[in-house]
């Protein structure tokens, strides 16, 4: 990477940075608009959503399914050697 390269991504990086600022604080204002919350008390995370199960038949056309793929694969691994 050239020096000329490494200038412009710096300045770019720092342009960014601002302009991250700049929109951390209009966020912060409209979340004092709408509940008085300050930005740090804002959610960082989703909450943990709930997994979804997979039933036993499911589980066993997978399952097939993936031997399938398996035993495809070496049947071509065979005939390459």
């Given at each position: 990477m050239?020096?000329?390269?490494?200038?412009?991504?710096?300045a770019a990086l720092i342009g960014y940075q601002h302009q991250a600022a700049q929109l951390a604080e209009k966020i912060a204002?409209?979340?004092r608009q709408l509940g008085g919350k300050s930005a740090s008390a804002a959610p960082t995370a989703a909450s943990p959503k709930k997994r979804r199960t997979m039933s036993a038949a499911a589980r066993k056309r997978i399952a097939a399914a993936q031997k399938l793929?398996?035993?495809?694969?070496?049947?071509?691994?065979?005939?390459?050697?």
């Open positions: 050239s020096t000329h390269d490494h200038a412009l991504l710096e204002d409209i979340r793929r398996w035993a495809e694969y070496h049947r071509k691994q065979e005939g390459k050697s």
